[in-house]
């Protein structure tokens, strides 16, 4: 009952073989397709510039925010090395 690997590859090509032989491509209705295009909405040009320059405020604001966040971490941690250091000496 050994099958090499040769003829397993063999048996796994036809198996393939058949199997693309029988199963057919399906087109759908075009009823589905046209409500399917309209439920996706593609924007136009403009609608995607009006949204990046509406995003652009925001994304500034963020990253203003992260910006004084951080540099307010790094003034804190400068503070309490300098004072823990004074400790020391």
Do not use: C
């Not at 073989?17 to 924007?43: Q, S, W, Y």
């Amino acid at each position: 009952m050994d099958i090499s690997k040769t003829e397993k590859k063999n048996e796994l090509n036809e198996l393939e073989a058949h199997l693309a032989g029988t199963l057919k491509r399906v087109t759908p209705p075009k009823e589905v397709v046209h409500r399917l295009r309209e439920r996706i909405h593609f924007p136009q040009a403009r609608e995607i510039a009006s949204h990046l320059r509406a995003e652009w405020k925001k994304l500034w604001l963020v990253f203003g925010g992260v910006m004084s966040g951080f540099l307010l971490i790094v003034t804190v941690a400068r503070a309490i090395f300098y004072f823990v250091g004074r400790r020391n000496v």
